[in-house]
């Protein structure tokens, strides 16, 4: 069931990360300059963050499994799509697609582990998805380059279409439906509104969805500047984005199987002070030795250690938010990807062109992130914290 839950998270890494190396070959064929190539991300970002509003509060609806596979199932056939696209415009819509039934899948999955665990039980199982998650966008990359040995760039969509069949079977076969039919919300505009209109107004899900955005944004930003930061800051190659890239799987997936070992041992509380507090930590230190000797490798220990304690802090915070909505768990899962993602947006196409001016800039950016992660976290800690219904 793990291994069916993290191929679900695995979805998007692959989606994205997969097709990275066809890049240079699709724009030979469709006569496209690397800025228009880069529309092939883009247009799949922007449908998954529009479509990640509905699909929980949706499941909340319809339950989980028909959601996922319906998802899944849209997903293959819009990467049968990519596959088979005579133009880039053409390209462009089934990759709009591809996101916009992505999110059906691994948005809601995140609300099957708390369905079907509580308390340390589903700590430990979002960990060790995540663990396994966390090593997607390191494969992912070689994987496309492995299928560009074999064949053109469409063999990269038509293995996606295959995994994407795959877990689409898993998920049929596996998974149980973990939201009984008595639970389940009428599928009516208005009442789905209400719901994720009341998620977003509480409090305490605003404040953790806060402390997780800008804990996040402490490493993100170092995964969406990389090339400015290894080719332009470092000065190295175009083959050397694994000096960052390799710290922040490590402290990932060692961050993850941390987080899983602490649960049940340690109270929630007291490992989110330590975890987001050492991220706070590590962007602080980070920003003394970048001002003394900017050099590696010296400037990429630091995005390892945010890293780590962002993967510590990750699951504690995605069931934290999704136990004030026991009711609404698909509306709160959906509303808090949807508010990573739109920070991450803006990080990425925004914030990153004037903070990356410099190591020391982006180092005290880092830091600046990590502490608005921790006055969320603070402030959340000293509040009250009522539950919904």
Partial sequence: MTAVLAGLAMIGPFTIDTVFPGFTAMGTDFEASTTAMQ???????????????????????LGRKPVMIGGLVGYTLATVGCALAPSLPVLLVCRALQGTFAGGATIVSRAVIRDMYSGADAHRLMSRVMMIFSIAPAIAPV???????????????????GYGILIALL??????????????????????????????????????????TFTFAAQFLYVVSA?????????????????????????????????????GRVRTERLLDGAIGFALLAALANVVLVAISPTLPIVVIAPGLIAFAVAIAFPVLQL???????????????LATFASLVFNSLLAGVIS??????????????????????????????????AAA
């Fill in 227 to 263: 090339p400015i930061f290894v080719v332009d800051l470092l000065g190295k190659g175009e083959q050397d984005f694994w000096l960052v890239f390799v710290p922040m799987i490590g402290g990932m997936v060692t961050g993850a199987w941390v987080s899983g070992r602490l649960a």
């Fill in 353 to 386: 062109p004037f903070v990356t001016t410099s190591l020391l800039v982006m180092a005290v950016s880092s830091a600046g992130f990590a502490l608005l992660g921790l006055a969320f976290w603070v402030w959340h800690r000293a509040s009250a914290v009522p």
């Fill in 171 to 212: 998920t049929l076969l596996v998974l149980p439906e973990t939201l009984p039919a008595a639970d389940r919300h009428a599928l009516r505009v208005r009442p789905m509104l209400g719901g994720l209109v009341g998620v977003a107004r509480h409090p305490a899900f605003a404040r953790l969805a806060m402390a997780t």
């Fill in 143 to 161: 994987v496309g380059g492995w299928l560009l040995a074999i064949g053109p760039w469409p063999v990269i969509f038509w293995a996606i279409a």
């Fill in 39 to 61: 529309q092939v991300t883009s247009v799949y970002l922007l449908a998954f963050a529009v479509m990640s509003v509905f699909h929980g509060p949706i499941s909340d609806a």
């Fill in 320 to 334: 934290a938010m999704l136990d004030l909505f026991p009711h609404h768990r698909g509306s709160a899962a959906s």
